[in-house]
């Protein structure tokens, strides 16, 4: 119990590190002091500063796919027996979740480490890649081809691109756009207004390519 508890502490402050100050701004001795236990404990439990890193996004992972699956995001495996409306309640929820976590208010851990990857790769950007991000475009494309059936598949890609990018404008703006709107942080319910929005403009724009009529 006690060793358990004291990895949860290192990888609770861990986590609230690296969003704060970046892996390379984090040292191993800062977690320690932020968990109250001493640098050995930390080389015990995880070795090194990056596989504590990796152990991090691995836990944020975890969070997000069980999130995701509480509040009805994550599509079953089989898309074709579901009708329309359910299809449109799972992207609206999907779109939900990824705003909450990357957004807020306030934005959490996972969105906050996912900007500063964006903006300042660290060498675990491989394993967010292949154990994330991959695996969420795959969901994701496979609810856009639902919408829009016959699309080749270039365009499929680009309907999920186009998705997953009005999703990233509202964090990776957040500063411009805070500043735009005359608020010191978004406002509580944003998220919901705006994956209704997302989800609703997104379908309007894939029904038009599954028409055949983009590019007239």
């Given at each position: 119990m006690f060793v358990e508890a004291?990895?949860?502490r290192l990888l609770t402050a861990a986590g609230e590190?690296?969003?704060?100050?970046?892996f390379q701004g984090t040292t191993v001795r800062d977690i320690a002091?932020?968990?109250?236990v001493n640098v050995a404990a930390s080389n015990y439990h995880y070795g090194s500063k990056k596989a504590l890193y990796l152990a991090v996004l691995r836990a944020q992972f975890a969070d997000i796919r069980a999130t995701l699956r509480a509040r009805g995001g994550a599509p079953p495996e089989d898309l074709r027996g579901m009708s329309r409306r359910a299809l449109v309640g799972v992207l609206r929820a999907r779109v939900n979740v990824m705003l909450d976590l990357l957004i807020g208010p306030p934005p959490g851990v996972h969105g906050t480490l996912m900007?500063?990857?964006?903006?300042d790769p660290s060498e675990a950007l491989p394993v967010i890649?292949?154990?994330?991000?991959?695996?969420?475009?795959?969901?994701?494309r496979a609810i856009v081809a639902r919408f829009a059936p016959g699309v080749e598949r270039k365009a499929l890609e680009r309907c999920t691109w186009s998705i997953v990018g009005q999703v990233l404008f509202y964090r990776f703006s957040m500063p411009?756009?805070?500043?735009v709107l005359g608020?010191?942080?978004?406002?509580?319910?944003?998220a919901r207004e705006l994956s209704a929005h997302i989800t609703e403009f997104s379908l309007g724009g894939m029904e038009r390519m599954a028409g055949g009529r983009h590019g007239r």
């Amino acid at each position: 119990m006690f060793v358990e508890a004291t990895k949860d502490r290192l990888l609770t402050a861990a986590g609230e590190l690296f969003a704060e100050r970046g892996f390379q701004g984090t040292t191993v001795r800062d977690i320690a002091t932020r968990a109250h236990v001493n640098v050995a404990a930390s080389n015990y439990h995880y070795g090194s500063k990056k596989a504590l890193y990796l152990a991090v996004l691995r836990a944020q992972f975890a969070d997000i796919r069980a999130t995701l699956r509480a509040r009805g995001g994550a599509p079953p495996e089989d898309l074709r027996g579901m009708s329309r409306r359910a299809l449109v309640g799972v992207l609206r929820a999907r779109v939900n979740v990824m705003l909450d976590l990357l957004i807020g208010p306030p934005p959490g851990v996972h969105g906050t480490l996912m900007h500063r990857e964006m903006c300042d790769p660290s060498e675990a950007l491989p394993v967010i890649v292949d154990e994330l991000i991959l695996p969420m475009l795959s969901e994701m494309r496979a609810i856009v081809a639902r919408f829009a059936p016959g699309v080749e598949r270039k365009a499929l890609e680009r309907c999920t691109w186009s998705i997953v990018g009005q999703v990233l404008f509202y964090r990776f703006s957040m500063p411009v756009m805070l500043r735009v709107l005359g608020v010191a942080a978004y406002p509580r319910g944003l998220a919901r207004e705006l994956s209704a929005h997302i989800t609703e403009f997104s379908l309007g724009g894939m029904e038009r390519m599954a028409g055949g009529r983009h590019g007239r």
